[in-house]
């Protein structure tokens, strides 16, 4: 009977625990490993031929920024992909609603309200909206203020966008 | 006069501890009540955010189905589970504005091909389209006052947020929603 009761109460402390845990996680603030190169150097600067986890990056997520969808450009997010439910990726934002991108095929895409155009810092080898074109700014679940680990590299991400990426704004 | 101090400061401070002991269950229920309120807020957060939620709906654009200012009940399980298919009603977040969660029918996933009226007041044109991988294409009841994926296209699937499954207010229409037109 005391057993019963102790692994009864030892539960309900770990189920209050992670209930108040997954609500932090989801409202305020979370830790993800980025996978990848295609925002290097910012994330993963070396490229390694085998994916091993202790070698990522951990990064702070911030949910706070989903009250209001207010994003600026230079903004680093983690967003849902839009041909994939269940893959989240991580780039940067470069033009927000209102913007026009000039594509490397001299095309100008206009981005809709709503949307926003993201690019990985490492051009050469990330899939972003320069294949699937503006994803909706309601894909966003996250915004990337700092890097947790490794401790060299430690910091606040850097939210400047480099001079050939700016659009045109209008 | 040394000892009259040593004895001062002793009761001094005896009487500081005895106030600390008076507070300490006070301060105690206090940090335990604040651990139950918080208990609750994070239970709530859960209920809503991955089983069931209540949502009131405003706009024209679901006649007759709902009307302006039904309450209903929408749930969580199925959207993060894949499992939604044509014909369902659904709560998605606008694309063109990501602080707006509308609701709207599943006309077609992803591999459907949807046929659709160009302009339904001037022509009788048909305009077909595939839905491409991760979207879903939803339009509203009213076709005719309903701004929906034949104005802004697919959408994709994870902006979809729950599925709506019962109407609560009014009570006159108290009932479940399944994945038919009504037609009059």
């Known amino acids: 009977m005391a057993n019963g009761n102790f692994i009864w109460n030892v539960g309900r402390k770990y189920f209050a625990a992670g209930v108040i845990g997954l609500a932090i996680s989801d409202r305020y603030a979370s830790l993800m490993a980025v996978r990848g190169s295609s925002m290097a150097p910012t994330f993963n600067p070396y490229e390694r031929k085998s994916s091993r986890s202790v070698s990522d990056d951990y990064v702070l997520v911030e949910k706070l920024c989903l009250g209001k969808y207010e994003f600026v450009r230079g903004d680093v997010v983690v967003f849902r992909s839009p041909s994939n439910y269940k893959e989240k990726n991580v780039k940067r934002i470069t033009a927000l609603p209102g913007d026009s991108v000039h594509l490397p095929s001299f095309d100008t895409v206009r981005i809709p309200s709503g949307h926003c155009w993201v690019e990985g810092d490492s051009s050469a080898c990330s899939l972003d909206s320069r294949s699937f074109g503006p994803i909706p700014l309601g894909l966003i679940c996250g915004r990337i203020t700092h890097v947790e680990w490794p401790p060299q590299r430690m910091g606040k991400v850097d939210s400047g966008v480099s001079e050939d990426r700016l659009p045109f704004t209008t | ?184």
């Open chain 2, 1 to 184: 006069m040394n000892r009259e101090r040593n004895r001062f400061r002793e009761r001094e401070r005896e009487m500081g501890m005895e106030r600390l002991r008076e507070l300490t269950p006070i301060v105690k229920e206090a940090l335990q009540n604040t651990a139950r309120v918080a208990n609750f807020f994070c239970l709530l957060h859960f209920t809503g955010a991955y089983m069931c939620t209540v949502a009131k709906l405003v706009g024209p654009s679901m006649l007759p189905t709902f009307n302006d200012g039904n309450l209903v009940l929408t749930e969580r399980i199925t959207t993060r589970s894949e499992k939604v298919g044509s014909g369902d009603v659904v709560l998605v977040r606008a694309p063109d504005d990501p602080r707006k969660v509308v609701a709207k029918r599943v006309k077609g996933v992803e591999g459907d091909v949807v046929s659709y009226l160009l302009d339904p007041k001037k022509t009788d044109e048909l305009n077909t389209v595939v839905v491409p991988k991760g979207h879903i294409w939803i339009e509203g009841d009213n076709a005719h006052n309903s701004h929906d994926s034949r104005q802004f296209g697919p959408v994709p699937y994870a902006l979809l947020h729950s599925r709506v499954f019962f109407v609560v207010w009014p009570p006159a229409d108290f009932r479940s929603v399944g994945n038919k037109v009504l037609r009059f």
